[in-house]
Protein backbone atom coordinates (compact mmCIF):
# COMPACT_ATOMS: atom_id res chain seq x y z
CA UNK A 1 0.00 0.00 0.00
CA UNK A 2 1.36 3.35 -1.02
CA UNK A 3 2.71 5.79 1.71
CA UNK A 4 -0.07 8.23 1.31
CA UNK A 5 -3.31 5.43 1.18
CA UNK A 6 -4.45 5.27 4.52
CA UNK A 7 -6.27 2.15 5.67
CA UNK A 8 -9.71 2.97 4.07
CA UNK A 9 -8.45 3.91 0.88
CA UNK A 10 -8.73 7.84 1.07
CA UNK A 11 -5.79 9.46 0.95
CA UNK A 12 -4.01 10.93 4.28
CA UNK A 13 -3.36 14.63 4.67
CA UNK A 14 -0.31 16.41 4.13
CA UNK A 15 1.14 17.93 6.87
CA UNK A 16 0.93 21.98 7.63
CA UNK A 17 4.43 22.53 7.31
CA UNK A 18 6.54 25.78 6.62
CA UNK A 19 5.57 25.92 2.60
CA UNK A 20 2.25 27.29 3.67
CA UNK A 21 3.65 30.36 5.14
CA UNK A 22 3.92 30.41 8.58
CA UNK A 23 6.47 28.05 9.95
CA UNK A 24 8.15 28.08 13.10
CA UNK A 25 10.67 30.51 12.61
CA UNK A 26 7.43 33.22 11.78
CA UNK A 27 6.08 32.02 15.36
CA UNK A 28 6.56 32.87 18.96
CA UNK A 29 7.11 29.49 20.87
CA UNK A 30 8.18 30.31 23.89
CA UNK A 31 6.55 31.37 27.13
CA UNK A 32 9.29 33.61 28.09
CA UNK A 33 9.12 35.64 24.47
CA UNK A 34 5.01 35.90 25.11
CA UNK A 35 6.00 37.86 28.74
CA UNK A 36 8.57 40.12 26.58
CA UNK A 37 6.05 41.22 24.64
CA UNK A 38 3.45 41.25 27.42
CA UNK A 39 5.37 43.50 29.51
CA UNK A 40 7.84 45.42 27.52
CA UNK A 41 5.76 46.23 24.66
CA UNK A 42 2.65 48.20 23.45
CA UNK A 43 -0.97 47.51 22.70
CA UNK A 44 -3.45 48.25 20.25
CA UNK A 45 -7.33 47.30 20.44
CA UNK A 46 -9.20 46.90 17.73
CA UNK A 47 -12.95 45.62 17.64
CA UNK A 48 -12.75 42.36 17.46
CA UNK A 49 -8.85 41.64 19.45
CA UNK A 50 -6.24 43.13 21.46
CA UNK A 51 -2.81 43.45 19.42
CA UNK A 52 0.26 43.33 21.68
CA UNK A 53 3.75 44.28 19.93
CA UNK A 54 7.32 45.12 20.31
CA UNK A 55 10.28 45.59 18.56
CA UNK A 56 13.12 42.93 18.90
CA UNK A 57 15.99 44.69 19.97
CA UNK A 58 19.00 44.30 16.96
CA UNK A 59 21.14 41.63 18.90
CA UNK A 60 18.08 39.51 19.57
CA UNK A 61 17.44 39.55 16.18
CA UNK A 62 18.10 35.97 14.27
CA UNK A 63 15.65 36.19 11.66
CA UNK A 64 14.40 39.26 10.08
CA UNK A 65 10.56 39.45 9.82
CA UNK A 66 7.40 39.43 11.95
CA UNK A 67 6.95 36.51 14.64
CA UNK A 68 3.25 36.06 15.62
CA UNK A 69 1.85 34.79 18.72
CA UNK A 70 -1.83 34.02 19.33
CA UNK A 71 -3.64 33.57 23.23
CA UNK A 72 -6.51 32.16 23.30
CA UNK A 73 -7.98 31.47 27.18
CA UNK A 74 -10.29 29.60 28.69
CA UNK A 75 -12.50 32.65 29.03
CA UNK A 76 -13.64 32.59 25.27
CA UNK A 77 -15.34 29.35 25.36
CA UNK A 78 -14.68 25.51 25.13
CA UNK A 79 -12.32 23.73 23.43
CA UNK A 80 -13.96 23.63 20.36
CA UNK A 81 -14.79 27.21 20.46
CA UNK A 82 -11.13 28.07 21.36
CA UNK A 83 -10.07 25.60 18.37
CA UNK A 84 -12.69 27.15 16.25
CA UNK A 85 -10.42 30.67 16.80
CA UNK A 86 -7.37 29.97 17.07
CA UNK A 87 -8.30 28.24 13.35
CA UNK A 88 -9.43 31.10 12.11
CA UNK A 89 -6.48 33.51 13.17
CA UNK A 90 -3.94 31.39 12.06
CA UNK A 91 -5.76 31.50 8.49
CA UNK A 92 -6.56 35.51 8.77
CA UNK A 93 -2.47 35.51 9.71
CA UNK A 94 -0.92 33.64 7.02
CA UNK A 95 -3.72 35.12 4.43
CA UNK A 96 -2.44 38.60 5.30
CA UNK A 97 0.60 40.29 4.01
CA UNK A 98 3.35 40.36 7.11
CA UNK A 99 4.99 43.28 8.06
CA UNK A 100 8.66 44.16 7.75
CA UNK A 101 11.23 44.48 10.34
CA UNK A 102 11.67 42.29 13.27
CA UNK A 103 8.81 42.75 15.52
CA UNK A 104 6.99 40.51 17.68
CA UNK A 105 2.78 40.50 17.47
CA UNK A 106 0.62 38.90 19.96
CA UNK A 107 -3.01 38.64 18.63
CA UNK A 108 -5.35 38.52 21.96
CA UNK A 109 -8.93 37.85 20.08
CA UNK A 110 -12.30 38.68 21.62
CA UNK A 111 -15.45 35.48 21.46
CA UNK A 112 -16.79 38.13 18.72
CA UNK A 113 -14.12 36.45 16.41
CA UNK A 114 -16.01 33.16 16.36
CA UNK A 115 -18.90 35.18 13.98
CA UNK A 116 -17.43 38.14 12.63
CA UNK A 117 -17.46 37.56 8.23
CA UNK A 118 -13.88 36.07 7.41
CA UNK A 119 -13.59 39.26 5.26
CA UNK A 120 -13.50 41.20 8.56
CA UNK A 121 -11.34 39.61 10.30
CA UNK A 122 -8.91 39.61 7.65
CA UNK A 123 -9.11 43.09 6.93
CA UNK A 124 -8.48 43.57 10.73
CA UNK A 125 -5.71 40.94 11.50
CA UNK A 126 -4.00 42.96 7.94
CA UNK A 127 -4.67 46.35 9.91
CA UNK A 128 -3.20 45.48 12.69
CA UNK A 129 -0.36 44.19 11.74
CA UNK A 130 0.34 47.33 9.56
CA UNK A 131 -0.26 49.27 12.44
CA UNK A 132 2.03 47.11 14.74
CA UNK A 133 4.92 47.65 11.89
CA UNK A 134 4.58 51.66 12.32
CA UNK A 135 3.96 52.00 16.13
CA UNK A 136 7.32 49.71 16.68
CA UNK A 137 9.24 51.51 14.79
CA UNK A 138 8.01 54.95 15.88
CA UNK A 139 8.58 53.94 19.35
CA UNK A 140 11.96 52.43 18.76
CA UNK A 141 12.93 56.28 16.95
CA UNK A 142 11.84 57.91 20.04
Given at each position: ?????????????????????WG??????????????????????????T?????????????????????????L???V?????????????R????????????????????????????????????????????????
Amino acid sequence: MPANVSARGGQTPKPAGPSRGWGKSRRLLKHADFQRVYENGRRQFTGNMTIFFLRRAPEAVQQDGPRVGLTVGKVLGGAVDRNRIKRRMREAVRLSPLCEGPVDVVFNPRKSVLTVPFDQLLSEVSRGLKLAEQRARAAEAK
